[in-house]
């Protein structure tokens, strides 16, 4: 019923896998965005049984390695490398994971290419990232999603817990939110936003929403890995919001995508004032101060990183070549 991907790109690895869901029935549910119940996801404050460092509440074990084994439940998991230079290609090959060799091009192009090109044996793949892991209840909500699904839907929207240590940033990171994991096989979902990729247009009707989450470990390899990365996106993002136009329709739209890259536009228009804004609009008023000392600590991290997109932005606009330099 599932097949499972996974992007490498050097020792960072993507994985495209397949997940479990509630599917909620009725046209007009189909593409609303569901509530999510709290005792849907206090079920499943399940913190992986696997080895953690006791300080920071880490799992020992590499990103591919715990994600390729929660994913025990899928026969049929296959990983893009782009050339890692660590033991990744070992690691997931002694796991029972079929490895393929790409030159990396962007996430959303690997994505695709995995769905054209990898012999994927069965009509849906699940995308995770390495420094995600499913779960038995994710895993039970998938399988029963896709054991009723009907034809016209084309994929499924699913959310994460994102995990700072053991501790859920429920509160601090919007939970939920929402992002297409979950696809039919002969679809090339995705296209290129930004650091990281976003769907294509669906039509009306076609999108499902998984309630059940996974968990997401940004922090697996420490601060000095993920600030490193985020410093990267910061330059990624910065072009991207500035081509990015602004439609006001779309800040409402029912469809989160949607919303979310119209926030981002709306943001480029907005300067210094975005980063404490985000902070004061996550911390205050949802509630981000609930998850004690994590949550600040995380929104803290988050607005720094929206500080440098916005000092980016303002980089290239003074540049003398402007956008067209970075286009």
């Known amino acids: 019923m599932l097949s499972a991907v996974i992007i490498s790109k050097n020792e960072a690895c993507n994985r495209l896998l397949s997940k479990p869901g509630i599917l909620f029935s009725g046209q007009e549910k189909i593409n609303e965005e569901p509530e999510c119940t709290e005792s849907v996801h206090e079920d499943s404050e399940f913190i992986f049984d696997e080895p953690r460092d006791q300080k920071t509440g880490f799992p020992k074990k590499s990103n591919i390695e715990g994600c390729i084994q929660s994913l025990s439940w899928i026969d049929d998991i296959h990983v893009v490398d782009s050339g890692s230079t660590d033991n990744t290609v070992a690691l997931a090959q002694n796991l029972g994971a079929t490895v393929h060799y790409r030159p990396f091009t962007t996430y959303a192009e690997q994505h695709n290419w995995a769905h054209r090109e990898a012999g994927l044996k069965h009509p849906w793949v699940l995308h995770l990232d390495a420094d ?41 990171d919007g ?91 709306a943001a480029a228009r907005l300067g210094l004032l975005w980063p404490f804004f985000r902070f004061f609009y996550h911390y205050i008023l949802r509630g981000g101060f609930l998850d ?9 991290s988050i607005s720094y990183y929206e ?18 330099k970075n286009t």
């Not at 084309?154 to 601090?172: I, T, V």
């Not at 004690?292 to 803290?300: D, E, I, N, P």
């Not at 500080?307 to 067209?324: R, V, Y």
């Open 307 to 324: 500080l440098c997109i916005t000092l980016k932005m303002e980089e290239i606009k003074a540049s003398p070549e402007g956008l067209s």
């Open 175 to 265: 939970f939920p939110r929402w992002q297409l994991r979950l696809v039919r096989k002969e679809l090339e979902p995705y296209i290129e936003f930004g650091h990281a990729q976003k769907e294509k247009n669906f039509e009306d009707g076609s999108l499902g929403y998984i309630q059940e989450p996974y968990l997401h470990f940004p922090w697996s390899k420490g601060w000095a890995h993920w600030l490193e990365k985020h410093n990267t996106y910061s330059s990624k993002e910065a072009i991207e919001r500035l081509h990015h136009p602004l439609d006001w329709k779309q800040l409402f739209s029912p469809h989160p995508s949607k919303r979310i890259f119209a926030v981002k536009a």
């Open 292 to 300: 004690g000392y994590a949550g600040l600590v995380y929104l803290l």
């Open 132 to 172: 995600e892991r499913s779960t038995p209840a994710f895993q039970k909500s998938v399988l029963e999603c896709l054991s009723n699904t009907p034809p016209k839907i084309l994929a499924y929207y699913c959310c994460w817990k994102l995990m700072l240590g053991k501790k859920w940033l429920k509160y601090s």
